[in-house]
């Protein structure tokens, strides 16, 4: 892959970004900005340069992905020379900055929307675009893919994109420990329920990619006559924990709109005002 490629903001997300392009491409050039020195040494002995200054970044590459909170990226617009954006590709992995917003103020570049999950640290991400009609969509795509999987999807979807794949790592890291701590209730040994439940989920999530059946298809064919499941289930339909998850994801996605707007407006207001 013949692209410099620069990452803005090389916290725990971009720096999972960079080791997992850096896994794929091995030649590939690859600047790396951060604002302390924590993590630096692991970057550089990836090969990797690393640097303060965002307007030299943007100067050396060809595709440029954000990944700083939102709320600092008035900062960065107002450190990189406006020149400098031209003819770039920007790929912004910041919640709730709207593909308009970028456009509007990184003007001649050509400008994505992404929105990845804790998961790129293993390389297992599930990575949402916002649609669009870029000439250099699949040198996107082939850059994502190094993280897990991609999906294009309408802009809309990406509010409700951040409530179940982006916060959705936390909220199943949450019925996990619940899981386990039933089992430990029970005499079972933590480290053995743990280890247990990561191979039930594992196992459980192949079956249903590979069956392509509804899970409740996989439910029923677990769920016997008088047996331990149901008597589970029906705890789990008395203490309404299905409608319990069903709002949770709700309560995130109205989050996500909100900080979204909140941001888009915010935003503006400091660079216009700026």
Same mark, same amino acid.
């Given at each position: =892959?013949?692209v410099?490629?620069?990452?803005?903001?090389?916290?725990?997300?971009?720096s999972?970004?960079?080791?997992? &392009?850096?896994? *794929?491409?091995? @030649?590939?050039? $690859? %600047?790396?900005?951060?604002?302390?020195e924590?993590?630096?040494k692991? $970057?550089i002995?990836?090969?990797?340069? /690393?640097?303060?200054?965002?307007?030299?970044?943007?100067?050396?590459?060809d595709? &440029?992905? !954000?990944s /700083?909170?939102?709320?600092?990226?008035?900062?960065?617009? *107002?450190?990189?020379?406006?020149?400098?954006?031209?003819?770039k590709?920007?790929?912004?992995?910041?919640?709730?900055?709207? !593909?308009?917003? !970028?456009?509007?103020?990184?003007?001649?570049a050509e400008v994505?929307?992404a =929105?990845?999950?804790?998961?790129?640290?293993?390389?297992?991400s599930?990575t949402?675009?916002?649609?669009? +009609?870029?000439?250099?969509? #699949?040198l996107? #795509? #082939?850059?994502f893919?190094?993280?897990? +999987?991609?999906?294009?999807?309408p #802009? @809309?979807?990406?509010?409700?994109?951040?409530?179940?794949?982006?916060?959705?790592?936390?909220?199943?890291?949450?019925?996990?420990?619940?899981?386990? $701590?039933?089992?430990?209730?029970?005499?079972?040994?933590?480290?053995i329920a743990?280890?247990? %439940?990561?191979?039930v989920?594992e196992?459980?999530?192949e079956m249903?990619?590979?069956?392509s +059946?509804?899970?409740?298809?996989?439910?029923?064919?677990?769920?016997?006559?008088?047996?331990?499941?149901?008597?589970?289930? =029906?705890?789990?339909?008395?203490?309404?924990?299905?409608?319990?998850?069903? @709002?949770? &994801?709700?309560?995130?996605?109205?989050?996500?709109?909100e900080?979204?707007n909140?941001?888009d407006? +915010?935003?503006?207001? !400091?660079?216009?005002?700026?």
């Amino acid at each position: =892959m013949d692209v410099r490629i620069a990452v803005i903001g090389s916290g725990k997300i971009g720096s999972a970004i960079i080791k997992s &392009i850096r896994q *794929k491409y091995k @030649e590939i050039k $690859l %600047i790396a900005t951060r604002r302390n020195e924590e993590s630096i040494k692991s $970057l550089i002995d990836l090969g990797v340069e /690393v640097t303060k200054d965002n307007n030299y970044a943007v100067s050396k590459s060809d595709l &440029i992905i !954000l990944s /700083v909170k939102p709320h600092h990226f008035p900062t960065v617009l *107002k450190q990189v020379d406006k020149s400098l954006w031209k003819n770039k590709i920007v790929v912004s992995i910041m919640a709730g900055v709207k !593909l308009s917003t !970028l456009s509007s103020l990184i003007k001649e570049a050509e400008v994505y929307r992404a =929105m990845p999950n804790i998961n790129a640290i293993v390389s297992k991400s599930s990575t949402a675009f916002a649609e669009n +009609n870029g000439q250099h969509k #699949e040198l996107v #795509e #082939e850059v994502f893919k190094t993280l897990g +999987n991609v999906y294009w999807l309408p #802009e @809309e979807y990406l509010d409700i994109w951040t409530a179940l794949v982006g916060s959705g790592p936390a909220f199943l890291s949450e019925i996990i420990d619940a899981l386990i $701590l039933g089992a430990v209730a029970c005499g079972m040994p933590r480290e053995i329920a743990y280890g247990a %439940i990561l191979d039930v989920l594992e196992g459980t999530a192949e079956m249903l990619r590979n069956t392509s +059946n509804h899970p409740i298809v996989l439910r029923d064919q677990v769920t016997t006559p008088a047996g331990t499941t149901i008597r589970g289930l =029906m705890v789990l339909e008395a203490k309404g924990v299905k409608s319990a998850l069903i @709002e949770t &994801i709700e309560a995130a996605y109205k989050r996500a709109v909100e900080i979204g707007n909140e941001i888009d407006k +915010n935003i503006r207001n !400091l660079i216009y005002d700026g």
